[in-house]
């Protein structure tokens, strides 16, 4: 049984997921042959802690509470928090409010546009008058290029060269790719203007600050810094090829360096080698591939209740009553504390209880070829016009027996409301939609003044 | 000699790389594919699913294109493509009509000329060694290409392994794109 993304990716998420996992752990399938596997790194990661049961890891381990904070995203109030730009974006507007000691003057924005690829574009702009200066390293001229003080100009996707490790899955049910250890290497084709790869302009960036060399500079950092997802698997700079902190480096120089330091490579390969081959694969012996093998003979037990979350809930909250402070940009404490339960619970959402004149669902999907918007994907133009032949994208899709329900035909034109706005688009009949659901493509971007003014909801 | 592909329609999973990778390789303009991929759907909800049928020139040894030529424009290369002169080529576009695959594409304006175009299996990367772009690019790698006259060759093998067929077989074009089924 998979419990991924579809049932976390909401609020009460976590207890989805653990609900997998129980019944998973109760019919044994757990870290076993054909069972759920744990995601990314594969190793000596899930020794017991003090009460025998499995020690937490990657994001489960939780950051120390601190008041005032010091992170505009507020990571003092969320110890388990992933990526949170929202919340960002929330102080930046209302700093006091989200007991911030500072106000945000600067942003800096990095291959991501928090304006497109969001549900509410007109919040991020607001947010963006308020700075007083902001910076912007852009390959095409977004909105984050448009309204930035400094634009630095870097390489496109495809113009940079780029060294990367093959990640295994993130939430993984099959063992065929959790022996795979590999990396890889792409040739960048010549560039079109007189950009730099985003490595070199942050190189740059600290060699004009003074931080690139020397004790706590960039490359001491590089030197220790270890793979976040793939831990000791990954392209880190290791034993006699970590970096000298006291001169510089190509970027070509430090590839070279990770590649040789990588524990899988078995022939002592260089970039060159790399750049001749395209990648380096070692397969890892299957019995490596659970993390049973680690610690065998019920060494680890599973948790079956989530004691650790209790802990940081009650520490988190124990430490609001001493400040005497509320949590910030909720209504009420308890709308946060109702998940740090340990135990599987149900947990209501905006959508449980939703208004009786609504009588559909809406639900969206990706196509394989827009994946994502990363690197301006939706803006390609030889994809836009895969996306415009293609009917089951850019229509509204209803199951036959709904649009007969509706008095509705292929074809015809129609507004869909929500609470939350509308939009307008054709019918498109469809087996492969629930009968209580109105299927909508997405999410290709939001409307902004710099897109298709027919992706403008209301 | 007779090149020929065979596509596992288990694998493709309707991404469009090789429909990206044929316009990258051959250049083509705006609007213009050699290549494309059929999305259907197949069954009744709640047991209806999304298929693809990736659709490149079938390269026909009894091309429907070739017969209605007025000028000789069309014709089978020595290894079995199905290939266009553009020095004879006229643009009537009787080829368009004739062909039950729409593999045949019409360019408006070339220079001073009109021209009809397609897919040409890459024979200028099949001249180098190379396979074809859409081969090469699949990431479920759905595509085998090969010498289908060599009944030892992969391609070959996989046909008769799985029971390839061409896609609309009873139309007697004799296609050298064979389906593995979806």
Not at chain 1, 120 to 132: D, I
Request: charged letters at 20%.
């Amino acid at each position: 049984m998979s419990s991924a993304t579809s049932p976390t990716n909401r609020r009460g998420g976590t207890y989805a997921d653990l609900a997998g996992k129980l019944i998973n752990l109760m019919v044994g399938n757990i870290e076993v042959p054909g069972g759920c596997l744990s995601c990314s790194f594969r190793g000596p990661i899930m020794g017991p802690t003090e009460d025998g049961t499995s020690a937490p890891q990657y994001e489960a381990v939780p950051r120390p509470f601190k008041f005032p904070p010091e992170s505009a995203t507020l990571k003092e109030f969320y110890p388990h928090q992933h990526t949170a730009p929202h919340l960002a974006l929330k102080s930046i507007l209302n700093p006091e409010k989200h007991h911030l000691p500072y106000t945000v003057e600067a942003w800096m924005s990095v291959g991501g546009n928090p304006i497109r690829q969001n549900a509410q574009p007109e919040a991020y702009v607001a947010g963006f008058k308020k700075l007083s200066f902001s910076v912007a390293i852009a390959f095409h001229m977004d909105e984050c290029a448009i309204l930035s003080d400094v634009l630095l100009p870097e390489h496109s996707a495809l113009e940079r060269v780029r060294v990367t490790p093959f990640y295994p899955q993130h939430q993984s049910m099959d063992n065929e790719v959790c022996g795979l250890k590999m990396i890889q290497y792409r040739d960048p084709v010549p560039t079109l203007f007189n950009t730099k790869h985003v490595d070199e302009i942050f190189t740059e960036l600290a060699e004009k600050l003074g931080i690139l060399t020397g004790e706590g500079g960039l490359y001491d950092h590089l030197n220790r810094e270890i793979d976040w997802v793939d831990k000791t698997d990954g392209l880190n700079l290791n034993g006699e090829w970590k970096l000298d902190i006291n001169r510089k480096y190509t970027l070509e120089e430090i590839y070279d360096r990770q590649i040789r330091g990588w524990p899988y490579n078995k022939s002592n390969w260089t970039l060159e080698d790399l750049r001749q081959n395209g990648y380096l694969e070692y397969w890892r012996p299957r019995k490596e591939f659970y993390l049973y093998y680690y610690f065998p003979d019920n060494q680890t037990r599973h948790p079956f209740y989530l004691l650790g979350l209790k802990t940081v809930g009650d520490r988190l909250k124990e430490n609001l009553k001493q400040h005497q402070i509320p949590f910030p940009g909720v209504p009420h404490d308890d709308y946060i504390f109702d998940l740090y339960d340990p135990v599987v619970h149900w947990v209501e959402t905006s959508e449980t209880h939703p208004p009786k004149e609504y009588d559909l669902w809406a639900v969206n999907w990706k196509t394989p070829y827009y994946a994502n918007d990363a690197g301006n994907l939706t803006g390609n133009p030889w994809l836009a016009e895969i996306y415009a032949k293609d009917p089951w994208e850019a229509n509204v899709l209803l199951n036959p027996i709904t649009a007969a329900r509706k008095g509705l035909m292929e074809g015809d034109s129609v507004v869909v409301a929500s609470r939350y706005g509308e939009l307008e688009g054709r019918i498109r009949v469809s087996e492969l939609f629930h009968p209580d659901t109105a299927g909508i493509a997405g999410s290709y971007g939001p409307g902004t003044l710099q897109s298709n003014p027919l992706n403008r909801g209301r | 000699m007779r090149y020929g592909m065979v596509i596992d329609l288990q694998k493709c999973t309707g991404c469009n790389s090789c429909t990206v990778a044929c316009r990258a390789e051959q250049g083509t303009p705006a609007g213009v594919h050699f290549h494309k991929v059929i999305k259907y759907e197949f069954g009744k909800y709640p047991n209806a699913k999304m298929k693809f049928l990736p659709m490149p020139c079938m390269h026909c040894q009894d091309p429907p294109c070739q017969k209605v030529c007025p000028t000789g424009a069309t014709f089978i290369h020595p290894e079995g493509l199905v290939l266009i002169d553009e020095n004879k080529c006229i643009g009537c576009r009787a080829c368009m009509v004739a062909c039950p695959y729409e593999s045949r594409q019409f360019l408006w304006e070339i220079k001073t000329y009109f021209l009809g175009i397609k897919c040409n299996f890459c024979l200028q990367r099949l001249e180098q060694g190379r396979l074809p772009a859409c081969v090469t690019t699949c990431p479920s790698e759905a595509r085998t290409f090969g010498d289908i006259d060599d009944p030892e060759s992969e391609v070959s093998r996989l046909i008769v392994r799985h029971r390839g067929m061409p896609f609309r077989a009873e139309l007697g074009t004799e296609p050298s794109v064979y389906y593995m089924k979806g």
